[in-house]
């Protein structure tokens, strides 16, 4: 992807996102306090909401890999009995 101009990317740990969001039940502003109180990284809600869409499209293509691999698995065993 091409640089633009502008302020650089803030890194954020998208693990602590998603957990904070899907597991905490955090909305967007209060993800972002959160995200400042126990990492010192001070972002916006817009930010949080960005890498948090990022990480859920990246664990999809996780999980569905993990389901094509098992479906896999479940095929080879039922035509080997």
């Not at 306090?33 to 972002?43: L, M, Q, S």
Request: aromatic letters at 12%; hydrophobic letters at 35%.
């Amino acid at each position: 992807m091409e640089k633009k101009g502008g302020r650089p990317r803030i890194e954020l740990d998208p693990k602590l996102v998603l957990q904070l969001i899907d597991n905490e039940g955090f909305g967007w502003l209060g993800a972002a306090r959160e995200y400042y109180r126990r990492t010192g990284i001070w972002t916006c809600k817009d930010t949080i909401k960005r890498r948090y869409l990022e990480a859920k499209a990246a664990s999809k293509s996780w999980q569905d890999e993990f389901a094509e691999e098992l479906a896999r698995k479940i095929n080879e065993r039922w035509l080997n009995q």
